[in-house]
């Protein structure tokens, strides 16, 4: 009885030890959507948008530098879909203004 309670501890203690995968799939996805943005012309055209992708971005980089997965995971999901609303209306009112895109 007395083992069975040190083993349980030592599992619990185990599972505490465990930390949560990088987030590489979001990382990457929220920086091809930022490089995409950019290559419309987005901060010029959308810069709402762009303000918040670029900010949301910069702070998951650092709380992925920092391994707080988590947390830079929410981020770099953020980032993503403001530099996909802003790749969208940049090449919206650019279509509109009749730049080639």
């Not at 995968?21 to 959507?33: N, V």
């Not at 930022?34 to 702070?59: C, D, L, T």
């Not at 707080?68 to 999901?77: C, R």
Request: glycine fraction near 4%; charged fraction near 25%.
């Amino acid at each position: 009885m007395f083992l069975r309670g040190w083993v349980i501890l030592f599992v619990f203690w185990l599972s505490g030890c465990i930390t949560t995968a990088p987030p590489l799939e979001e990382y990457t996805l929220a920086e091809i959507a930022i490089k995409s943005a950019r290559a419309v012309q987005a901060v010029r055209y959308s810069p709402g948008h762009w303000h918040q992708a670029e900010e949301n971005y910069r702070q998951a980089r650092i709380l992925y530098n920092e391994r707080e997965y988590e947390q830079a995971k929410g981020l770099f999901i953020k980032a993503r879909i403001s530099a996909e609303r802003a790749e969208n209306s940049a090449r919206l009112l650019r279509q509109q203004n009749g730049d080639v895109l």
